[in-house]
């Protein structure tokens, strides 16, 4: 079943048009991953999808129509995004910055804070932490917990290993997959490493300066021969 289908998504900055008309579709339970070069356009397609930028064509969520609605009901409706570059408020608590999360409900707060910090033991050990002096991994381990306060039914997720060491970006694909699989989490994930994106999805869309150029399963992504040179070192 559908839960998320983008039809001609377009956006510009100012004069510049940067997304030329964008088709995903994202299923219930499904890993999506959207892979591209620098510039291409994949911050640009969360952002429009949640409604952090002005943007037009259609976008349906869950069978509404959101390509008009704003972040906030966008989130209300079940999408949370975790913006690139982690975006989490680094002069509150990583408890504060989960009970921000959860701003748009009131019921079961302290419960779900309990889960993820067991989800991630990290977190709840520095529970009382600044979330500005965590270190990298641990920050995008919050961006994400935050995130899933809301209890999205689809989660946005942009370049979550950027500048992280392997093991740490294992732990977190290790997370974000046994979501998916075990609780039925849709996620719409990029990523710039495609042998990684290519492991845990279950289909790929490759964006070129603002366009879907090539989409499919990950194993016949991982066969095209464009993907293979651009994207895979041979
Ligand atoms: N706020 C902005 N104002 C003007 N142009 C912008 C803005 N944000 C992005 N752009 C431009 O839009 C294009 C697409 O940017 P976008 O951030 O979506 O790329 P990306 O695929 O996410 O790249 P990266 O892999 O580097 O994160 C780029 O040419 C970029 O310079
Ligand atoms: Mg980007």
């Avoid at 209300?76 to 002069?91: E, K, N, W, Y």
Wanted: proline share 3%; with cysteine; aromatic share 4%.
């Amino acid at each position: 079943m559908s839960l998320l289908q983008t039809t001609g998504l377009r956006a510009s900055y100012g004069q510049v048009d940067v997304l030329l008309g964008i088709d995903i579709e994202v299923n219930q339970g499904e890993m999506v991953v959207i892979l591209g070069a620098n510039g291409a356009g994949k911050t640009t397609t969360m952002r429009a999808v949640s409604g952090t930028i002005p943007r037009s064509g259609s976008i349906v969520f869950d069978g509404h129509e959101i390509v008009t609605q704003n972040a906030e009901s966008i989130v209300r409706l079940g999408i949370a995004h975790v913006p690139q570059g982690r975006g989490t408020f680094s002069d509150l608590t990583v408890e504060e910055n989960l009970r921000i999360g959860a701003y748009i409900r009131k019921d079961s707060v302290e419960s779900d804070i309990e889960r993820w910090f067991e989800t991630f033991p990290r977190l709840g050990e520095r529970k009382s932490q600044k979330a500005g002096s965590l270190s990298g991994g641990e920050q995008q381990m919050l961006a994400i917990a935050r995130a899933l306060m809301s209890r999205p039914r689809l989660l946005l997720c942009d370049e979550p290993s950027l500048g992280l060491a392997p093991l740490v970006t294992q732990e977190l694909f290790g997370v974000l997959k046994s979501l998916n699989q075990q609780e039925g989490l849709s996620v719409l994930l990029v990523e710039q490493n495609a042998n990684l994106a290519l492991k845990i999805a279950n289909k790929v869309y490759l964006l070129e300066t603002g366009q879907v150029v090539a989409s499919g399963d990950a194993e016949s992504i991982a066969g095209d021969e464009r993907i293979r040179r651009a994207y895979l070192g041979g």
